[in-house]
């Protein structure tokens, strides 16, 4: 029986190469394994090393080379590159060191993301989290316009933000404001973008996830958070009976966005949420 995640006889995204930051680990390595098995060549990018504000730990250069390893099992091709979102020169050289490689890129998945909510707050936080999700994911589609452009044939860009992208959740901290501040900041960019890269045929949007399990919400500090946060903590906040959903139900809606099935979908907030905005 196939599961979700089986590569299909013929993939969705054959031929198609996909620029993915924050690939080491959670989502971003789940939106790779995703893309890979239905066919997509890869160019992914991670920091690979702590940030000070964030209170979990972020991915290392072993996870990189793991993830590597995995695509390449599924019969891919990978580039990849220890790089910063906060870093344009930096983020620039590793897409294009990609797009020598492979001659086009026509998937963008801006993932990289961080959730500094301390419990002991911190006043950087607020910077911190800007810089990443917020100018991080400028810097991510940046890099990518002017090939995606030049090659003529169109494209997606897909951009992770959060219900908190949506709802005003995320609490009173530095980083929990900066956090809501910075994914209701990239809706306004993907609208922007989708309107300006339309002639282009290239399609925007962004994918909201309710609580997804990986360590960015499996650390204690930040189940201490939601503990005591009252916009999070009451017993069930999906409206679906699930407490937390998988990688790769995002994932899968990545793919689909990413795919041409989604061909004339364009300027959407994708909530993967079990309800949780409607309930709001
Ligand atoms: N986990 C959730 O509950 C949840 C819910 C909604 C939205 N999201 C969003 O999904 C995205 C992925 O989150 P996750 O849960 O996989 O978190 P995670 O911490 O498990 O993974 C994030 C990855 O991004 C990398 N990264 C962090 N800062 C970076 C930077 N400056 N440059 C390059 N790489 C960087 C990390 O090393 C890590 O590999 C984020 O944008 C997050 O805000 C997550």
Redesign the pocket.
Known sequence: MRGAGTRTAKGRLDGKVAFV??A?????RSHIRRLAEEGADLVI????RP?DTVPYP??TPAELTEAVSEAEALGRRVVARQ????DREALQAAFDTGLAEFGHIDVVVA?????PMLVQDRAEAWQDVID??LT?TFNTVEVAIPSMVAAGQGGSIVI?S??AGLAGIGGASNGGLGYAASKHGVVGLMRSYANNLAHDGIRVNSVH?T??A????ADPAILEFVAQDPSLSHEAPNALDVDTIEPVDVSNAVLWLASDEARYVTGVTLPVDAGFINRK
Request: glycine share 20%; net charge neutral; charged share 10%.
């Open positions: 930051t924050g080491a680990g959670g989502l971003g990018v991670d920091i690979c940030i972020l991915s790089s910063d979102v906060r993932n990289a993301g961080i959730a990443v999700n991080g992770i959060s219900t996830p609580g997804v990986t360590r960015m919400i």
